[in-house]
């Protein structure tokens, strides 16, 4: 049997590639022999040691991201994965007083923006009559959290979104799932972990009793993006330690 984990040679096009999650698939794909285009606003530095295509781009630029999927297929003749990572947070003191121009900012880049480069990245799929869409949502998706209404909305919306697109994409090949990460150690949690009191409370709450780690998250995106989840489509696979599946504390 072929290796059925195997993403050797399947074009991937990651959103948010510039730092964290997004950053970590981009390199470690790459190292597994795919052919991997991360597109962000910016890269650091750090970044010119990866092996993948960095492509500069705000997604809520249609016409923008347009244009590099058209040049991406050009020279590859196929997309065979959009990871729909991207995504900011503008957590405010209280919601009260969130401000309507954060929620628009984070509306716009978590959740359209995720909609649009579907569209986009499905014009191609379909007439491939195969491909895989994955979205990052978050344990936001299932729980209200304080003082980020736009967040916690946005990833409850993708997570919606992709049930839609999965019902409405499955007849032309293509499958649809979310990937919602828990508490893992990036750039963007780094406060909330560094904190030891935030950073106990969130480990005591989590079955595995620790953070995750960006490498948790590898091995449910190669499933996903590889043909493993050939019959999977419309999911939600949460890497969190067991943090929803938590109860009373002890």
Same mark, same amino acid.
């Given at each position: 049997m072929n290796?059925?984990?195997?993403?050797?040679?399947?074009?991937?096009?990651?959103?948010?590639?510039g730092r964290g999650i997004?950053?970590?698939?981009?390199?470690? #794909?790459s190292k597994m022999s795919a052919i991997v285009y991360g597109i962000d606003k910016t890269f650091s530095n750090k970044n010119k040691r990866n092996v993948y295509f960095q492509k500069k781009c705000d997604i809520t630029n249609k016409t923008q991201f347009k244009k590099i999927c058209k040049n991406i297929l050009k020279d590859n003749g196929k997309i065979d994965v959009l990871i729909?990572?991207?995504?900011?947070? #503008?957590?405010?003191?209280?919601?009260?007083?969130?401000s309507l121009e954060d929620w628009k900012k984070t509306i716009d880049v978590n959740l359209t923006g995720a909609f649009v480069c579907s569209q986009i990245v499905a014009q191609i799929m379909k007439k491939q009559?195969? =491909?895989?869409?994955?979205?990052?949502?978050?344990?936001?998706?299932?729980? =209200?959290?304080?003082?980020?209404?736009?967040y916690v909305t946005s990833k409850g919306g993708l997570k919606m979104l992709t049930k839609s697109l999965a019902r409405d994409f499955g007849k032309y090949g293509i499958r649809v799932n979310n990937l919602g990460p828990g508490y893992i150690v990036t750039e963007m949690t780094k406060k909330s972990y560094q904190n030891k009191k935030s950073r106990m409370i969130k480990q005591r709450h989590t079955l595995l009793g620790r953070w995750g780690d960006l490498t948790d998250l590898i091995g449910p995106c190669v499933f996903l993006a590889s043909d493993a989840s050939g019959y999977v489509t419309g999911q939600d696979i949460y890497v969190d330690g067991g943090w929803l599946a938590n109860g009373l504390p002890e």
């Open positions: 290796d059925i984990f195997s993403v050797k040679n399947k074009v991937i096009v990651i959103t948010g590639a997004g950053n970590f698939f981009a390199s470690e #794909l729909n990572n991207a995504g900011i947070t #503008l957590p405010n003191n209280s919601s009260k007083d969130y009559f195969i =491909g895989s869409i994955i979205n990052i949502t978050s344990i936001n998706a299932e729980l =209200g959290f304080p003082n980020n209404p736009a």
